[in-house]
């Protein structure tokens, strides 16, 4: 289960009902990527949908850009003969491609891809006509085709991004120009060498301001990210979680890093005493005057 994949899912997903579902079924069994290979008849009765339903709802995700798949299953009831799926909601491309270098599910389906071990995925196909209602209430066990909606073969191609040393012909797309959200969120992965993305918190809308500050102060994205490394390495010295951007929504946008807060204090309370208190000169007062009695007594004796 990822946690991170279902919180993308609950934020940032365009769809309700049945297809967010399926949606939160298929990150239940993801990577932090959203990588996963459950079989149809798996979803189905994780979902309570028939079979027909749940290729009906997959070529929904698909249309919607909240759902790929990278390759296509060889049929089966087993959870690995599965098509391997990837949950985009959220994602941009270069999200998705730097995921594919992250994932170690991604990693081996492409390695898989590239012997024609595993088939990619075959040109999408309309939904299914069907009568039948998206409830619970028409789930049944009935066997359907393992013919799949999926991505066509040069979006998968794009995905991979596979480089050509070749020449490109004349006339040929020109790649756009990033955004200022994925040149910010670049600046990060720079910063974080070990993280793919923003974290998606309270603080990601300010942190993208203070990233996309930093490319305009700096003539470089790497002076940028030199400039912004001491602050993330003095989070990490005082164990603030990698989710926290305090960092870089306060400490970066400010530029400067605040005195630690001292967090030992003291909650040790002094002991009531239960026992009275000794009044020691009344004691002594008292001794002298009797004394003299004492000692005259013991004379007479």
Partial sequence: MSVETSNRVWK?????????????????????????HPSIEQMASKC??????????????????????LARGKGGRGKVSGSVYQVITGMNVVEIT????????????LAKLASGEVAPPSVSKPPLETDEKISGEN??????????????????????????SSTPPSGSIQKNEPSPEERAEALYRLVRPGHLT?????????????????????DSPQSAAQALKPFAAEA???GIR??????????????????????SRSNTKPVSSTEPTVDYEAIRQRMEAELPTLIERKDNV
Wanted: glycine share 4%; net charge positive; with cysteine.
């Fill in 12 to 36: 940032q997903s365009g769809k309700g009902g049945t297809p967010l579902l399926l949606l939160l079924a298929l990150a239940d069994w993801s990577d932090d990527w959203g990588y996963c």
């Fill in 242 to 263: 990698l989710t926290n951007l305090c960092w870089l929504s306060e400490w970066a946008a400010v530029g400067q890093i605040p005195k630690q807060r001292n967090k």
């Fill in 198 to 218: 923003l974290p998606n918190s309270e603080q990601r809308t300010v942190a993208l301001r203070v990233l996309g500050m930093y490319l305009q102060r700096y």
């Fill in 236 to 238: 990490d010295a005082r």
């Fill in 139 to 164: 789930f049944s066990s009935e066997k359907q085709s393992p013919n799949f909606s999926s991505v066509s073969i040069l979006r998968l191609n794009e995905l991979i991004n596979v480089s050509d």
């Fill in 48 to 69: 309570r949908q028939t079979e027909r339903n749940i290729l009906n709802l997959i070529a929904d995700l698909e249309k919607s850009r909240e759902l790929r798949r």
């Fill in 98 to 109: 730097a995921s594919e270098q992250s994932s170690p599910l991604a990693r081996a389906t």
